[in-house]
């Protein structure tokens, strides 16, 4: 049965949302957290696995430096408290993806606490997002369920498990109830995870490709009368794998949970499920509390103990967060508000970036990855890095245009032939012969053959009318096969019509 809804805006306004997330962001360490079995993304299932992974009697965890390192540094983007002595728990509870029966968790004493982030919206205004915990765990692995529609488990007929995933160092960063957000809610909460993944990636400590499972999210939301009110009773929507997603969640949760509680109902703490195909959440179980998993310290593993010296020097490696950076490369590339953010929500910042570095000019570069290469991204349902064309070849194709070897459309025509694997822009334009014509004379006997031709232009033309001017430079790059410059042409032109 469809799920009855309040219009959104109706919702907020009778309604004060408290959402909260707990983004779950896996390390990409070479090795899992608690044994050397070695980690690569889409493996032969079941191959990267020790007796530790496998949870087998007698196995005993041993923890990996490098992802409390990695820990750390995220601890210290996101303004936390570092504890020097935190302690590892099992989470007790079974999935059959979880070949120990307990998960190797944080509890009472995590790494990280007690710290926030400030979030940048489209127009500007800054949020502050309160962090509760960045703790340290390990994840499961993955159930392919199979006969039933969309790999779901309904209607599946049985089930396969690959444990490679299990063991893998994850870090969840769960924030404080979120208040004050009102309508912009869904918002924010877009806008925190895609700061998170920003972050992750210039620590370089996570992929933090949500297509791949690298990074996913819980959304809990609940709603009461006022601000004064006691917080309402929460849902909990789990893995929710995209941006969108996310703040979809959150608009249709709000709108399901005004529609109860507007008829005098009760909303039912659970974990509910997102469905992308339907565009709706749909009913888990119900959600469990800390005191039912039956936390206890894991007696295989001492307190992991990081000194004020280690923190400190690693405090001092500290790269440039997304936010400066943004507001520095703004200045140099003498981009406006708009042009910043349109780069920032398209994921092109970095091959703009790149492209700069690789020889040519920011308004160039820009003009590559927010124009031609995104039209055609956008036509291929990808996203802009994992078009085959690099920055570097991107550069070449610019600054052959600024050198007049060629021109927007032979640009284009290149970049076309990159993109289908013909080399690179040079070898493209060798392969077929692209080349601006630079004969003065063969550009300016082309230009005299279009003005004879269209008397009626060139009398318009040279009545100081420069409107048709069009027509003649579309007739001389027919007649060069589109391999002139416009701006050359029209020189040509307008030096011939003044000669009468």
Same mark, same amino acid.
Request: charged share 25%.
């Given at each position: 049965?469809?799920?009855?809804? %309040?219009? !959104? @805006? ?6 004060? $949302? ?28 079941? *191959? ?18 490098? @992802? ?18 935190? +302690? ?9 993806? %979880? ?6 968790? =944080? ?69 404080? $109830?979120?208040?004050? #957000?009102?309508?912009?809610? @869904? ?24 297509? =791949? ?8 939301? *609940? ?55 339907? =565009? ?9 509390? #800390? ?23 690693? @405090? ?14 703004? #200045?140099?590339?003498? !981009? *406006?508000?708009?042009? %910043? ?28 990855? %927010? ?39 032979? #640009? ?32 300016? *006997? ?36 589109? +391999? ?17």
């Amino acid at each position: 049965m469809a799920d009855t809804l %309040m219009k !959104f @805006a109706d919702a907020v306004k009778k309604y004060d $949302p408290v959402f909260g997330l707990e983004v779950h962001v896996e390390l990409s360490t070479n090795t899992k957290l608690f044994c050397p079995a070695h980690i690569e993304f889409g493996g032969e299932p079941n *191959s990267q696995l020790t007796p530790v992974s496998l949870g087998l009697p007698g196995s005993l965890p041993v923890v990996n430096k490098t @992802a409390i390192d990695y820990a750390v540094k995220l601890g210290l983007a996101l303004h936390c408290d570092i504890a020097e002595w935190s +302690q590892f728990a099992r989470k007790n509870y079974f999935y059959p993806d %979880m070949p120990r029966n307990y998960q190797i968790s =944080q509890y009472d004493k995590p790494l990280n606490g007690n710290g926030y982030l400030d979030v940048e919206l489209d127009d500007g205004e800054i949020f502050r997002v309160p962090i509760e915990r960045a703790h340290v765990e390990d994840d499961a692995g993955k159930n392919t369920h199979v006969g039933g529609a969309d790999g779901r488990i309904e209607g599946a007929d049985h089930s396969l498990c690959d444990y490679n995933r299990a063991g893998v160092p994850l870090i969840e960063i769960v924030t404080k $109830p979120v208040e004050g #957000a009102g309508a912009r809610a @869904a918002e924010i909460a877009g806008a925190y995870v895609r700061t998170i993944r920003d972050i992750v990636r210039a620590l370089n400590i996570s992929h933090a490709r949500m297509e =791949q499972g690298n990074m996913r999210a819980d959304v809990n939301i *609940s709603l009461r009368k006022t601000q004064q009110d006691p917080l309402g009773t929460r849902s909990e929507t789990k893995n929710v794998n995209s941006f969108k997603g996310i703040e979809k969640t959150l608009v249709y949760e709000i709108r399901r949970q005004a529609a109860i509680l507007d008829k005098g109902g009760e909303i039912l703490q659970e974990t509910r499920h997102w469905d992308e195909s339907t =565009q709706t959440t749909a009913g888990g179980r119900v959600k469990s509390d #800390a005191n039912d998993y039956r936390y206890f310290p894991d007696p295989d593993l001492v307190m992991v103990h990081v000194t004020k010296s280690h923190i400190e020097e690693l @405090a001092a490696h500290m790269p440039e967060m997304p936010r400066e950076r943004r507001a520095r490369l703004k #200045a140099e590339w003498k !981009f *406006s508000d708009l042009e %910043m953010r349109d780069a920032v929500n398209a994921g092109a910042l970095d091959l703009i970036e790149e492209t700069v570095k690789a020889g040519t000019d920011a308004a160039g570069a820009r003009k590559w990855w %927010m124009g031609e290469l995104s039209r055609i991204a956008n036509e291929q349902g990808v996203s802009l890095e994992e078009l085959s064309i690099t920055p570097h070849n991107v550069a070449d194709v610019q600054n052959m245009v600024t050198t007049g070897k060629l021109n927007d459309k032979l #640009a284009k025509q290149t970049v076309a032939g990159v993109l289908a694997g013909e080399g690179t822009p040079a070898e493209v334009v060798a392969k077929h012969g692209y080349q601006v014509v630079s004969d003065d004379g063969a550009l300016e *006997s082309a230009v005299v053959e279009a003005l004879d031709k269209n008397p009626d232009v060139a009398e318009k033309l040279r009545s100081g009318n420069m409107k048709p001017m069009g027509a003649i430079i579309g007739a001389v790059m027919r007649a060069t096969h589109g +391999q002139a410059d416009a701006k050359a042409i029209s020189k040509i032109v307008i030096q011939k019509v003044r000669q009468g």
